[in-house]
C-alpha cells in the first residue's frame, strides 16, 4: 500500500520533487524532536535522539519499556528486544513517538503510515548517520531555548542552508541556461534568514510603538534595545500625532493583529510574541492566558514553502510553550498556513459545500478562482472580502457527513477559507524580510500577474510587497520591512516612491551592503524601514546611515551609537527629479537641485547599441584587416561608407578623459547584419528597440562607462564612433561640451549621483538629472583639453591603441636613420639585463 502511493505520487509529482518533499519532512521532524529533547518539552521526558549525557545513545531505546504512551505496543517492543534488532526497535520507536506527536502538534508531525515511513532512512544507529550528525556536530547550548536567540538562530540556520545546494543550483541555470525560477525553487531562491537586531529593530519600532504610543511605559520601553525615538516635529504636526495616539490608546492587547505574510521560519514571529507577551503582562495578564492569546488572536503568518511553514508553527509553538507548559494540551493551533492552492476543486466540489445557498457558492466560487495557482503567486495575491465565517460554518456542518471523501473535501476547502481570510483582513502591523527576485527572473505567470495587478511596483517582487500590503494596513497601522534599497533611488520605482508619499516615514536604517553575514560584497544592498498608514506634510523622518560600515557586526554596534542619524522632512525629497530618498542631501545641495536646471536640457544622455551577440559582431581592432577599418567616419558618411568595421566604444575599465577605443564593430551596409539579428530577436517586429539613437552615429560627444560605484569616469568621444549600451554617451554642442565633461569629472557629479542611484550601475536617467550650473567655461575648457591631450598622449603610448608611434620607454633621441628606416608599427621590443646596462633591440617584424 505505501509503495502504490509513493508510485502514484512520483507519477503525479516528479521523482525530484518527491524526494525533495520527503527529504525536508523528515529533516524537519528531526530538528523539531532535537530541540524538545534538549530543553525537555517531550511528553515522556525521555530524549530520542541522545542521552542525558549529549551522547549519541538515543535514551528511547534504554529506556523502551519505561514508555507510557499508548501509542508504543509493548509487546512490540518486548519481541524486538529479544531478537536484539536494535535496529528495527530505534526505527519503529522513532516512527512511534512522531506519530504521538501528531496529537499535540499536527502540523509538524503530521500521521506518518504512508510512503514517508517507508522512506526513513536505514542505519539511524551509525556514527555517522543524520542523526549521528545531528547530535555530534551542533552544540547543544546551540539548541538551548536560554541561550542567545538559541531557538530563532538553530531554526532558522538550519532551513537557510539546508536550502543552499538548491539555491546554487537554480541560480546557475539562470545565470547559464536562461532557465526561470519556477514556483519549485521560489522558496530556496529567495530564503535569507534576517539578522536577529534588524528583527528586533522592525518588531520594537511597529508592535512596539503603537503599544507604547497609546499606553505610555518608560520601564517597557527601555527594554526595548533598537527602539528609535520620534523626531522633535513642529506644533502642528504634534498636535496630529496626539490624535493618532488616542486612536491606540482605545486598544486592548488582543486587537492587534500583527501579520508576517513570507515567514520563512518564523523569526519575525518568534520576536513579535516575545514583545506582546511585555505588552500583556504590562497590563497584568499571566503568562499563560497570555501565550494562549497571542496565538489565538495577534499573530498571523503565511509563506509559499510548506516546510518553512512546518517550522514557523513549530517555532512558534515552542515560544508559547516557554511560557505556559501545558500549551501542548489545550488544542489551539496558531494562525500559520503554508499557502495552498485551489487547483483541482471543480463546481461539482462548490456545489456539494454551497447546498443551494447561491451567495455562498459565489463566494466559493470567487475564493477559488482567486486561489487559482496560488503557490506561483505567494502572498501577493488579493483576495475578495467574502462571508467567511459562513463559509466557515458550513464546513463545520459538512464534518457531520457520513458520506466517503468528506475529510479530503474539508481538508481542501478549510485551508482555503482560513487563507483566504489572512490574505483579505486589514492589519495593525505587516512586517516582514520578502523575497528579492528581479522581475526578469519570473516564469511567465507570476511576470504576468505581478504587471497586471502591480504596474507600480512591478521590478521586483520585494517591491510588489511593499505595494501589495500598504492596502492591508488599518488606519495609522504600521508596515516594516526589510527590502534591497533600489527602491529608494532608481527610476523604474519612481511611481511606488510617489505613492509611498501617502504614507509616514517613522524611521529608517539604511543598511547598503553587508548587512548579511553570509553575504559578502555588494550583491544585497538592504534598507529597514518602518511606514504608518497616516500622513502629515511637514513630519520629520529619522535615517540612519550605514552604508560605509563594512560588516554585519559593526553595522550594529554604529546604530546604537546612533550618530550617523538624519533628521529630514519627507517633502524635501519633492526638490529633486524623481524624488529618490537622498536623506543625508545637504540644504545647499537641495538648493541647487531647485535652482539650477537638469543636465539633460543642456544634452540629452543616450543609449548605446545592443548588438545581442557581441562575439560575433564585435572584433579587437588588432584582429581584423586595418585597411577594413573606417576611422574619423562623420556622421553623414556612415550609411554610404565602404569600411566594414567602425570604431566602437564599450566603455571599459575606470579612465577619465580619454581612451577605452580598443574596439570595431561590423557596420558593412550601414549594419545590415546587426540589425537583421535584432528583428529576430525582438520576433519580427522593427530591429530600433536594439539599435538605438541612429540620429547621434559617429558624432563628437561624451561617453562613460554605465558600470561604477563610488567612481565615475568620462571621455572625450571623437567623431567616428558608434557606442554601446555600456558606453552610454551625450551629445552637447561644442560650446558646452568641454566645460560639461570636466563638470561630469568633478567630485561634485559624483556627489549627485551617489544621491540619484547609489548602486553599482549609473543610467543615462540618473546622468540627465544632475543639477547643471554653467560657469567660468573659457578656464574649464581650457583644463579639460590640456586634460584630454594628456589622457590621449598615454592612451597612445601603448601598443593597445590605433594612434601608437613611439613605446614610452624608447629614447625619443633614437638614431634617426632607424627611426626613419622602419615604421614603428613594424618593429618590436625586446629588453635584455646585461651589466647593468639596458639594451634596446629593434627587429623587423615578419610579415606574418
Not at 511597529?206 to 503599544?211: A, D, K, T
Not at 529608494?488 to 524611521?507: A, G, P, Q
Not at 537583421?676 to 517586429?685: F, L, M, Q, S
Amino acid at each position: 500500500k505505501q509503495r502504490n502511493e509513493l508510485f502514484r505520487l512520483v507519477k503525479e509529482k516528479g521523482f525530484d520533487q518527491v524526494v525533495e518533499e520527503v527529504s525536508y519532512t523528515w529533516f524537519n521532524r528531526l530538528i523539531a524532536l532535537r530541540f524538545m529533547e534538549v530543553n525537555d518539552y517531550l511528553p515522556e521526558h525521555i530524549r530520542v535522539l541522545s542521552n542525558a549525557n549529549n551522547e549519541f545513545k538515543p535514551e528511547i531505546k534504554t529506556r523502551a519499556l519505561d514508555l507510557e504512551d499508548p501509542h508504543f505496543d509493548k509487546k512490540k517492543i518486548l519481541d524486538l528486544i529479544d531478537k536484539n534488532d536494535d535496529e528495527e526497535l530505534y526505527r519503529y520507536l522513532l516512527l512511534t513517538e512522531c506519530n504521538a506527536l501528531n496529537d499535540i502538534l499536527p502540523q509538524m508531525f503530521e500521521k506518518i503510515g504512508g510512503y514517508t515511513e517507508l522512506l526513513l532512512p536505514y542505519n539511524l544507529l551509525k556514527a555517522d548517520s543524520v542523526i549521528g550528525k545531528l547530535v555530534s556536530d551542533i552544540d547543544e547550548a546551540d539548541w538551548d531555548v536560554k541561550s542567545e536567540g538559541g531557538q530563532v538562530q538553530i531554526i532558522g540556520w538550519l532551513y537557510q542552508y539546508y536550502n543552499q545546494e538548491l539555491k546554487d543550483q537554480t541560480f546557475n541555470d539562470l545565470k547559464k541556461k536562461n532557465k526561470k525560477i519556477s514556483k519549485e525553487r521560489i522558496p530556496a531562491a529567495t530564503q535569507l534568514f534576517t539578522p536577529d537586531w534588524i528583527v528586533h529593530y522592525m518588531v520594537e519600532n511597529s508592535l512596539g510603538r503603537m503599544w507604547v504610543e497609546g499606553h505610555p511605559n518608560d520601564e517597557l520601553k527601555s527594554t526595548w534595545k533598537y527602539y528609535l525615538e520620534e523626531a522633535e516635529q513642529e506644533p502642528e504636526v504634534e498636535e496630529q500625532l496626539k490624535e493618532i495616539r488616542k486612536e491606540y490608546s482605545k486598544l486592548n492587547p488582543q486587537d492587534i493583529k500583527f501579520l508576517d505574510p513570507a515567514m520563512g521560519s518564523g523569526h519575525i514571529l518568534v520576536v513579535a510574541f516575545d514583545i506582546l507577551m511585555q505588552i500583556y503582562e504590562s497590563q497584568g495578564i499571566r503568562p499563560r492566558e497570555a501565550a494562549k492569546s497571542i496565538l489565538e488572536n495577534n499573530l498571523y503568518g503565511l509563506d509559499i514553502d510548506d516546510r518553512a511553514a512546518q517550522l514557523a508553527y513549530f517555532a512558534v509553538m515552542m515560544k508559547a510553550r516557554e511560557y505556559d507548559r501545558k500549551i501542548f494540551s489545550r488544542g489551539i493551533q496558531p494562525n500559520l498556513y503554508s499557502i495552498q492552492e485551489s487547483n483541482g476543486i471543480d463546481d461539482s466540489l462548490i456545489d456539494y459545500v454551497a447546498r443551494g445557498d447561491k451567495k455562498l457558492r459565489s463566494d466559493l466560487k470567487t475564493l477559488v478562482k482567486e486561489m487559482k495557482d496560488a503557490k506561483e503567486y505567494g502572498s501577493i495575491i488579493t483576495v475578495s472580502e467574502l462571508d467567511f465565517d459562513r463559509l466557515q460554518e458550513r464546513l463545520n456542518e459538512i464534518r457531520n457527513d457520513s458520506i466517503l471523501g468528506v475529510e479530503e473535501i474539508d481538508k481542501k476547502i478549510a485551508s482555503l477559507v482560513e487563507i483566504g481570510r489572512i490574505l483579505s483582513r486589514k492589519y495593525e502591523i505587516v512586517c516582514t524580510n520578502p523575497p528579492y527576485m528581479g522581475g526578469s527572473n519570473l516564469d511567465d505567470k507570476l511576470l504576468y500577474l505581478v504587471k497586471e495587478k502591480f504596474s507600480d511596483s512591478k521590478s521586483d517582487i520585494f517591491s510588489v510587497f511593499i505595494d501589495r500590503w500598504i492596502n492591508n494596513l488599518g488606519k495609522n497601522g504600521y508596515q516594516a520591512m526589510i527590502t534591497q534599497h533600489a527602491w529608494m533611488f532608481l527610476k523604474s520605482f519612481e511611481k511606488l516612491r510617489l505613492k509611498l508619499r501617502d504614507l509616514d516615514t517613522i524611521n529608517m536604517v539604511h543598511l547598503g551592503a553587508r548587512a548579511f553575514e553570509d553575504i559578502g560584497g555588494e550583491v544585497v544592498q538592504t534598507t529597514s524601514f518602518i511606514l504608518r498608514n497616516s500622513y502629515e506634510s511637514e513630519y520629520k523622518s529619522t535615517y540612519i546611515r550605514l552604508v560605509d560600515v563594512n560588516s554585519a557586526q559593526e553595522k550594529e554596534r554604529e546604530f546604537l551609537k546612533l550618530e550617523k542619524r538624519f533628521i529630514v522632512k519627507q517633502t524635501d525629497f519633492l526638490k529633486i527629479s524623481g524624488s529618490p530618498i537622498v536623506y543625508w542631501a545637504s540644504s545647499q545641495a537641495l538648493k541647487n537641485f531647485e535652482k539650477a536646471i537638469p543636465l539633460s536640457e543642456i544634452s540629452r544622455p543616450r543609449v548605446g547599441q545592443n548588438t545581442g551577440d557581441n562575439e560575433r559582431f564585435l572584433r579587437m581592432w588588432y584582429e581584423v584587416k586595418y585597411e577594413k577599418i573606417g576611422f574619423s567616419i562623420p556622421h553623414s558618411k556612415l550609411e554610404t561608407t565602404e569600411y566594414k568595421w567602425i570604431p566602437y566604444n564599450k566603455g571599459g575599465n575606470f579612465r577619465r578623459w580619454y581612451g577605452n577605443f580598443d574596439r570595431v564593430v561590423n557596420w558593412e551596409n550601414n549594419g545590415r547584419e546587426i540589425k537583421d539579428y535584432a528583428v529576430i530577436r525582438n520576433k519580427g517586429k522593427h530591429w530600433s528597440r536594439y539599435i538605438q539613437n541612429i540620429e547621434n552615429l559617429c558624432r563628437e560627444g561624451i561617453s562613460w562607462s554605465d558600470i561604477a560605484s563610488t567612481r565615475f569616469a568620462c571621455r572625450y568621444l571623437p567623431v567616428g564612433f558608434i557606442c554601446d549600451v555600456k558606453g552610454s554617451s551625450t551629445y552637447p554642442s561644442s560650446e558646452y561640451r568641454l566645460y560639461l565633461l570636466s563638470f561630469l569629472n568633478s567630485c561634485v557629479a559624483i556627489y549627485y549621483l551617489q544621491m540619484l542611484n547609489p548602486t553599482t550601475t549609473f543610467q543615462v536617467g540618473n546622468i540627465g538629472s544632475l543639477p547643471f550650473i554653467f560657469g567660468d567655461s573659457e578656464r574649464v575648457s581650457q583644463l579639460a583639453q590640456d586634460n584630454i591631450s594628456l589622457s590621449k598622449e598615454e592612451w597612445d603610448s601603448f601598443e593597445i591603441s590605433w594612434d601608437f608611434k613611439r613605446h614610452p620607454l624608447i629614447p625619443s633621441n633614437l638614431n634617426k636613420q632607424v627611426r626613419e628606416n622602419y615604421s614603428l608599427k613594424e618593429l618590436y621590443i625586446e629588453w635584455e639585463i646585461k651589466s647593468d646596462k639596458r639594451f634596446i633591440k629593434l627587429k623587423k617584424m615578419k610579415k606574418s
